[in-house]
């Protein structure tokens, strides 16, 4: 079946380390993004991308890195940079060239330990 | 810059209610709006997707309206169930340029459906 899998549903990480959540689709969607979700504030973009090699800073990008060298594929690494990364993070992919629905991916809760 | 709110936060309804979600944008030139649904701990599933040039659009006992002029959209559930208990959230899309396709989203409505 088409879809967006998120992996893993579940992360743990120590203070001071990196951690790289993947998330992958079949949909042929060219264009690829990260949220995240905070009880109370919403969704936030993180970092989007439309074109492969080609990625843009969403508004809460510090502490995060992204890499797009496959359509297929834009995983999001949380730096330990990012002071408060405990949060509910969403993938999610649409087609080029038209505006149209977006999909998302079932999350990844990450928690500091 | 987009702004999306939605009212009310949370809504508490007996089984078999009729009842609306409220979604108001504060820049009007949308190219679509879509409602999702959200079960506690998981992603968002699309419920319904009306562009700019309807006014309506159904899935069963969902419809959505959506008024570009004053900047507003519900979502209206027939008849509800428990089964309908989740938040439901509203998001438009930026259209063009580098920001292609980015979603800004309102916060939310929780709803429980009580037997």
């Known amino acids: 079946d088409g879809g967006i899998t998120q992996s893993p549903k579940y992360l743990f990480r120590k203070e001071g380390q990196n951690v790289t959540l993947s998330c992958e689709q079949n949909l042929n969607h060219d264009a690829m993004y990260w949220y995240r979700q905070d009880p109370g504030q919403g969704l936030r973009l993180i970092y989007y991308s439309q074109i492969v090699n080609d990625f843009q800073k969403g508004d809460i990008a510090e502490g995060y890195s992204v890499s797009r060298e496959k359509k297929e594929s834009f995983p999001l690494t949380v730096t330990s940079a990012q002071k408060n990364p405990t949060a509910f993070y969403l993938c999610?992919?649409?087609?080029?060239?038209?505006?149209?629905?977006?999909?998302f991916g079932q999350g990844t809760r990450l928690t500091v330990v | 810059k987009q702004e999306v709110t939605q009212i009310p936060a949370a809504l508490s309804v007996p089984e078999g209610e009729n009842l609306v979600l409220n979604c108001s944008f504060t820049?009007?030139?949308?190219?679509?709006l879509q409602w999702f649904r959200q079960d506690p701990g998981k992603g968002l599933t699309s419920l319904l997707l009306i562009q700019s040039s309807q006014r309506e659009q159904t899935s069963g006992r969902l419809n959505a309206s959506l008024d570009k002029s004053s900047g507003r959209s519900t979502l209206y559930i027939a008849a509800s169930q428990p089964g309908d208990s989740a938040t439901y959230l509203c998001?438009?899309?930026?259209?063009?340029?580098?920001?292609?396709?980015?979603?800004?989203f309102g916060q939310g409505t929780i709803l429980t459906v009580h037997p």
């Open positions: 820049d009007s030139a949308i190219y679509n």
């Open positions: 998001a438009v899309p930026n259209a063009g340029g580098t920001s292609y396709g980015k979603l800004t």
């Open positions: 999610a992919s649409i087609p080029r060239g038209q505006i149209t629905e977006a999909f």
